[in-house]
Structures are given as structure tokens and as C-alpha cells.
């Protein structure tokens, strides 16, 4: 199957800093990429979708100011977290859906990453 | 109203035991279905898609009711591999709506 691949895996960063996640898709070429965020017991909670060389669409309530979401090519997304404050201390996980088909709206999950902001 | 509904759980069955969780959508022109498995601290995996017509895959069946728009998953045999978060996902009528259901766990118990 896809693999999406995502770095950091974790990060631990001071209040205030900016953090950026990179996420890859490794044999395929992504058209759509999405960012969740996943609180502990909570469900995925979608916060963008963002589709190569055009800006991301954010959900209600997703600062787009302080979540920068950049899709330049057709293998890799990055979403920025600006000024990280502890709340946003969350497990962000990517996803890529790509091909035509039947398998497009397949959407293909990386690892995630764990933010800790302290 | 929720786009997609799930009850939350958690169910805890023995092994060996069948279960079955519901997923109820609201929108009546989605188009696709699919149930992802989610392990603790993991990302979601694609289990299995929903058709129209119902499927299988080995002790795993899922099935399609548009009528009263839901969807199911059964598991047959449990396993205590199966413990894990189980999501319902629904495709809204543009193709780009993800909906995700907010997981129902499972637990199998020896």
C-alpha cells in the first residue's frame, strides 16, 4: 500500500516557538494532503485540506494565522505550528489521498507526530 | 447534528465472542464508506471499504444501509488483536468531506 511517512515523530518545544511537520507521501504522488489534530480519547479532528501549488482550506475554528500549511510539491506537506502554547500540545497527524479511481478516495495515513509544548 | 455518529464504547467481549458497531451518517447523499482500525497512539488504518452490496473479509463484514443511513462492522471470532479504536469514516456528496466518527473501542478479554 501508500506509504506516507511524517517528521518529526516527536517534538518537545518552549512556549512561544514554532515548530514545523513535515509530511511525505513516499511512493505516490499526493493531490490532497490533511492535517488532524487528536486529543487523548478524542477523535481525529480535521483541520485542513490542501491540495499541491493552492492554499489550504481550513476548518471552523483553525486559525490559519497560527497553523501554516504549505503543499508545494506533490510528495510533501508541512504545517507549521506558530507560537505554540501548551494547549496546543496535541498528536497531529497527516494524510494523503492521491490516484484516480476507485483507490482515490482511499486516504493514507502517516505516523504522526506528538507535540508537547512545555 | 453530527455529520457521523459512533457510539463510543467501550465494548468489552470475550474472546471468541461476535461484535457489532454501528455508525449513523446524516447526510444522504455521501457517497463512500470506510472503517479504520486505530491503534493506542498510532495512526488510523484502513480496514475496509463499504459497498453497497455489503462485504466481507475473513471474519470481518461490513454493510451499507442507506435507507437508514448507516453503516456496520461485524467481527466474528474475536481476537485479542482486535482490541483497538475502531472509525467510521463517510465521504460527503463533493468527494472532499471527510467525516470521521469519534471511534468506538474495543476490548477482547481473555
Redesign the interface.
Known amino acids: 500500500g501508500a506509504v506516507v511517512s511524517q517528521h518529526p515523530s516527536r517534538v518537545i518545544c518552549k512556549s512561544g516557538t514554532s515548530v514545523k511537520i513535515e509530511c511525505r507521501s513516499l511512493d505516490f504522488q499526493a493531490t ?1 494532503m ?1 492535517w488532524y489534530r487528536q486529543f487523548p480519547k ?3 479532528m ?1 483541520m485542513a ?1 490542501s491540495n499541491e501549488g493552492s492554499k489550504a482550506t481550513y476548518e471552523q475554528g483553525v486559525e490559519k494565522d497560527k497553523f501554516l500549511i504549505n503543499h508545494a510539491s506533490l510528495t510533501l506537506s508541512t504545517l507549521t505550528v506558530t507560537s505554540a502554547h501548551p494547549e496546543d500540545s496535541s ?1 497531529y ?1 497527516c494524510s494523503a489521498r492521491g490516484g484516480t479511481g476507485g483507490l482515490s ?8 507526530t ?1 507535540l508537547t509544548v512545555t | 447534528r453530527k455529520e457521523v455518529e459512533q457510539d463510543p464504547g467501550p465494548f468489552n467481549v470475550p474472546e471468541g465472542a461476535t461484535v457489532a458497531f454501528n455508525c449513523t451518517y446524516s447526510n444522504s447523499a455521501s457517497q463512500s464508506f470506510f472503517w479504520y482500525r486505530q491503534d493506542c497512539r498510532k495512526e488510523p488504518k484502513l480496514l475496509m471499504s463499504v459497498y453497497s452490496s455489503g462485504n466481507e473479509d475473513g471474519r470481518f463484514t461490513a454493510q451499507l444501509n442507506r435507507a437508514s443511513q448507516y453503516i456496520s462492522l461485524l467481527i466474528r471470532d474475536s481476537k485479542l488483536s482486535d482490541s483497538a479504536t475502531y472509525l467510521c469514516v463517510v465521504i460527503g456528496n463533493t468527494g472532499n468531506q471527510f467525516y470521521f466518527g469519534t471511534g468506538t473501542s474495543l476490548t477482547v478479554i481473555p
Open positions: 490532497t490533511f478524542q477523535s481525529l480535521l485540506t498528536f497527524i478516495y482511499e486516504q493514507y495515513f502517516g505516523p504522526g506528538r
